[in-house]
């Protein structure tokens, strides 16, 4: 199966913003965003020339790809399955990005990153209404209980993520109980209660071509 295994601090650079994708090392000064203020490879400092309309609306996909971890292909077939729904396109697909069991994870606070939250999913240390998942692609439904199994509950990994201030307690449509180890997904939610600093009418926009 393809998957990204390059350095994560790169993405992060290319897109010139923090897309927390390394957990609590994004907090820190040793987050490269902060260290090195210009995109990678040897003409990085050098890259001032102005954007086109087009290279606006790909950087918005690139951003929002890699915010999920997600290839190309995975985030092309989210975007046909939000164009397929009712409702505005951009939004759908947002929402469909973050009711992935392996987001919801993330978002609950179980895991530092999205990468490590794939990770607890493959690894089958989640269950969802007492199953295990082991989908990272889960798509997640109101009311469904996103628990940690009862054998690895006391897993460093977990409990480290835990500890970071505001995780899973500041999101109105998702319920956290830190001592149980689960959560639950309340509801869909909206766009405006989703922390995503990106414009995905941009994607619409550049797929739509």
């Known amino acids: 199966m393809a998957r990204y295994t390059d350095a994560n601090c790169k993405l992060c650079r290319r897109e010139g913003e923090k897309l927390f994708l390394k957990g609590a090392r994004c907090f820190t000064d040793k987050c490269a965003v902060e260290r090195r203020k210009f995109a990678p490879g040897q003409h990085g400092q050098?890259?001032?020339r102005k954007v086109s309309?087009?290279?606006?609306?790909?950087r918005e996909k690139q951003k929002i790809r890699r915010t999920y971890?997600?290839?190309e292909k995975q985030f092309h077939n989210y975007y046909e399955?939000?164009?397929n729904k009712t409702g505005i396109t951009g939004e759908t697909l947002i929402q469909?990005?973050?009711?992935?069991?392996?987001?919801?994870?993330y978002r609950l606070g179980f895991a530092p990153s999205r990468k490590a939250a794939r990770q607890l999913v493959r690894h089958r240390h989640i269950l969802v209404d007492s199953r295990i998942t082991d989908i990272p692609s889960f798509q997640v439904k109101p009311n469904q209980l996103i628990k940690v199994k009862e054998k690895s509950k006391n897993l460093d990994l977990i409990h480290d993520a835990l500890k970071e201030?505001?995780?899973?307690?500041d999101l109105a449509w998702i319920r956290?109980?830190?001592a149980a180890l689960e959560g639950e997904l309340l509801e869909v939610p909206k766009r405006s209660d989703i922390p995503l600093t990106a414009n995905e009418q941009l994607v619409v926009e550049l797929y739509s071509k």
Request: proline letters at 0%; hydrophobic letters at 45%.
């Open 69 to 71: 971890g997600l290839l």
């Open 46 to 48: 050098n890259m001032r």
């Open 165 to 169: 201030v505001g995780r899973g307690e």
């Open 176 to 178: 956290l109980n830190k």
């Open 96 to 105: 469909l990005l973050e009711t992935r069991l392996d987001n919801i994870v």
């Open 81 to 83: 399955k939000a164009a």
């Open 53 to 58: 309309a087009y290279g606006v609306q790909l």
